[in-house]
């Protein structure tokens, strides 16, 4: 199975300044095939279920915010939010769809300093 | 829009069996997989387990803590899926979610990154 761990555990940010999220995999998830990181990111507020921000590593979903990034290959990964807003205060998720079983990170909390 | 409702959460004693049922609405549900993806409370996602499309045999997948006790279908003219989890465990306890991953036209296969998500259904196993 692919291990995904993140860090920080949580971060507390000013509003407006930036955050970085890092993530990293037990093994590659980038495929020769097709040259793409099977790596997506999520956002879970609290009460909600998790919404997907970034996939392929660093393609933004539909309707996402472009303060939202994210950046790596191979097994080391970022998810950055330029300027932090009120609303970005949530748990932040990595998943790995390079093989099955699918794994999650363990989540980083983002808070507002 | 693309919806999915997840229903059929309660309590269930240790040992107990329960089935959750996934409603979709607003995308062709028979060419999409659907999986099942669970949260304890104040802990993280854990994936549950797949299946795959009439298209790609139905074929499930399921985590190892899982496989052998949850079992998961679908019936494609009611656009639902299911969970059935049998020798239910008190490490079972979560949110219960269903969601989809994206279908690739052009390859023919699912891309397992999830979009929507349900709201989930809790699972309380407790005697």
């Known amino acids: 199975d692919i291990v995904m761990t993140q860090s920080p555990d949580s971060l507390a940010v000013s509003l407006g300044e930036r955050a970085t999220i890092n993530c990293k995999s037990s093994?590659?998830?980038?495929?020769?095939?097709?040259?793409?990181?099977?790596l997506a990111w999520y956002q879970q507020k609290p009460g909600q279920p998790p919404k997907l921000l970034i996939y392929?590593?660093?393609t933004r979903a539909s309707g996402v915010p472009d303060r939202f990034s994210g950046s790596g290959s191979g097994t080391d990964f970022t998810l950055t939010i330029s300027s932090l807003q009120a609303e970005d205060v949530a748990v932040y998720y990595c998943q790995q769809y390079y093989s099955t079983p699918l794994t999650f990170g363990p989540g980083t909390k983002v808070d507002i300093k | 829009e693309v919806q999915l409702v997840e229903s059929g959460g309660g309590l269930v004693q240790p040992g107990g069996s329960l089935k959750l049922s996934c409603a979709a609405s607003?995308?062709?549900?028979?060419?999409?997989?659907m999986h099942w993806v669970r949260q304890a409370s104040g802990k993280g996602l854990e994936w549950v387990g797949r299946i795959r499309s009439k298209a790609n045999n139905y074929v499930t997948a399921y985590a190892a803590s899982v496989k052998g006790r949850f079992t998961i279908s679908r019936d494609d003219s009611k656009n639902t899926a299911y969970l059935q989890m049998n020798s239910l465990k008190t490490e079972d306890t979560a949110v219960y979610y269903c969601?989809?991953?994206?279908?690739?036209?052009?390859?023919?296969?699912?891309?397992?990154?999830?979009?929507?998500w349900g709201q989930g259904t809790l699972v309380t196993v407790s005697s």
């Open positions: 093994q590659s998830v980038l495929s020769s095939s097709n040259n793409k990181n099977y």
């Open positions: 392929w590593a660093s």
């Open positions: 607003g995308f062709t549900f028979s060419g999409s997989a």
């Open positions: 969601t989809r991953p994206h279908y690739n036209i052009l390859i023919g296969y699912d891309e397992d990154w999830f979009d929507p």
